[in-house]
């Protein structure tokens, strides 16, 4: 069992650089593959970046690659997102997931087992 609680989120002017947290509970935090997701009024929920059990591997939507940096410190038990370059569009609530061991099906919402309550960045124009 894992709980998740996403921290970090706010409002941001465009160009502007936010960074997320979340905070994980366990000490097999290390064994999950780990995803951002985000969803925006009246729209579905969206793949932003996921990263593999050890960190090694990250993974990227067209819409975030190059401006975000997913990373984890798994001694921590602590998800990061490094949002740069931020764009209005960008804004959402922003969605910490767990899945066991792997990053295959990394933008599949229902293969994500543990989710986060969310938090809110707004990026303003």
């Known amino acids: 069992q894992v709980q998740l609680v996403e921290s970090g989120g706010g409002l941001v002017q465009a160009g502007g650089s936010l960074s997320l947290s979340c905070a994980a509970s366990?000490?097999?935090?290390?064994?999950?593959?780990m995803g951002w997701f985000r969803q925006a009024p009246g729209k579905e929920r969206e793949f932003v970046a996921a990263?593999?059990?050890?960190?090694?591997?990250?993974y990227y939507a067209d819409s975030v690659k190059g401006r975000f940096t997913i990373s984890r410190d798994n001694a921590k038990n602590t998800l990061y997102l490094q949002m740069n370059s931020l764009k209005p569009e960008d804004t959402a609530v922003y969605y910490c997931?767990?899945?066991?061991?792997?990053?295959?099906?990394?933008?599949?919402?229902?293969?994500?087992?543990?989710w986060g309550q969310g938090t809110q960045v707004t990026v303003s124009s």
């Open positions: 997931a767990a899945q066991y061991g792997s990053t295959r099906y990394r933008e599949v919402i229902s293969a994500y087992k543990y």
């Open positions: 366990g000490r097999t935090f290390g064994t999950y593959a």
């Open positions: 990263i593999n059990w050890s960190g090694y591997s990250t």
